[in-house]
């Protein structure tokens, strides 16, 4: 039994698809199909059941399927046991963090990480907390950051920290921060620009401005951290992001911050790091969370809102 066969299988039948399995691997669909196809013939068990929805695993593949993780899993352990009797561990992470968390984080934890983990490889990638959810769940990402995480059975989801938003604002004219906070009632009359759904902060700042019988002025949709500060540079509108979303402009001068009066104080949005429940961490995943819980403590949190 070849282990690359095994972790393409074990990579179709997470994902439920060959297409998505050939991406997240980075190899041909032909030569995926083909090695899944061999295992099979060698086992004399059909693993998959194929259908235009995607792959799904028989009993014989599910079966497995838990035999294999367990089998990488202990490969991957082996090479950090022989990796740390050389004085370091090894292996592969894959993290995920929500853009505005990245342009926290993402510096300090490269540097941090190959200070402390010289023989190992990390593997850093945007996205919204909804999909990476999923892409931990899956096993295409090792750990995430999350906004707003909600128990999935798959994950292990543990409390992070708090981040507090803010209404950015063109500075021509624009209150400066140590003006009084905006209100939700003002807030409501404020043309945002803002991401589309499922964006978590836009979520976020719906589900806060429902709960006192208002909704957002949204005057564009935008999808992406720097097109959004660059339309609030340019007039069209406010934005709600991170304090850390706004140092990352190219001209964060032409900006302002004001703060944002929740309902039970700042406007706030909770952080979470993800893990997968079904496949036990490495020692090179736990020590990147470590790294990660110690960085969000030194450069994300507010002051009174740190809850890991």
């Known amino acids: 039994m070849d282990l690359k066969?095994?972790?393409?299988?074990?990579?179709?039948?997470e994902l439920g698809s060959?297409?998505?399995?050939?991406?997240?691997?980075?190899?041909?669909?032909?030569?995926?199909?083909?090695?899944?196809?061999?295992?099979?013939?060698?086992?004399?068990?059909?693993?998959?059941?194929?259908?235009?929805?995607?792959?799904?695993?028989?009993?014989?593949?599910?079966?497995?399927?838990?035999?294999?993780?367990?089998?990488?899993?202990q490969i991957e352990r082996t090479r950090e046991d022989l990796a740390r009797m050389r004085g370091g561990l090894a292996g592969r992470v894959a993290l995920g963090l929500p853009p505005s968390v990245a342009r926290a984080l993402a510096v300090p934890l490269v540097h941090a990480f190959r200070a402390e983990l010289p023989d190992a490889r990390l593997?850093?990638?945007?996205?919204?907390?909804?999909?990476?959810?999923?892409?931990?769940?899956h096993g295409e990402l090792d750990l995430a950051v999350l906004y707003n995480a909600q128990p999935v059975a798959e994950l292990e989801i543990a409390p992070l920290?708090?981040?507090?938003?803010?209404?950015?604002?063109?500075?021509?004219?624009a209150p400066d921060e140590t003006a009084a906070p905006v209100t939700l009632a003002e807030l409501a009359n404020v043309?945002?620009?803002?991401?589309?759904?499922?964006?978590?902060?836009?979520?976020?700042?719906?589900?806060?401005?429902a709960a006192a019988g208002l909704k957002p002025g949204v005057a564009l949709e935008i999808d992406g951290v720097a097109a959004i500060l660059d339309l609030v540079a340019d007039g069209a509108g406010c934005a709600i992001l991170s304090r850390h979303a706004v140092a990352s402009a190219p001209r964060p001068d032409v900006l302002a911050m004001r703060g944002i009066a929740g309902r039970q104080g700042p406007l706030t949005i909770a952080l979470y790091t993800a893990a997968s429940a079904l496949r036990p961490a490495t020692g090179t995943q736990q020590q990147v969370l470590a790294l990660v819980r110690r960085l969000a403590r030194q450069r994300m949190a507010s002051d009174e809102g740190t809850t890991g």
């Open 5 to 13: 066969q095994l972790d393409y299988f074990v990579r179709v039948a």
């Open 18 to 73: 060959f297409t998505r399995a050939a991406a997240a691997l980075g190899v041909a669909q032909p030569a995926l199909s083909r090695q899944v196809r061999l295992l099979e013939v060698e086992l004399r068990q059909n693993l998959l059941t194929r259908n235009g929805r995607g792959a799904v695993p028989t009993d014989a593949g599910q079966l497995l399927l838990e035999h294999a993780r367990g089998i990488l899993h």
């Open 123 to 137: 593997t850093l990638s945007e996205g919204l907390s909804t999909r990476m959810t999923e892409q931990v769940a």
């Open 161 to 173: 920290a708090r981040e507090e938003l803010l209404l950015v604002q063109r500075a021509a004219g």
């Open 191 to 209: 043309p945002l620009v803002i991401p589309s759904r499922p964006n978590a902060i836009r979520m976020h700042v719906e589900a806060e401005l």
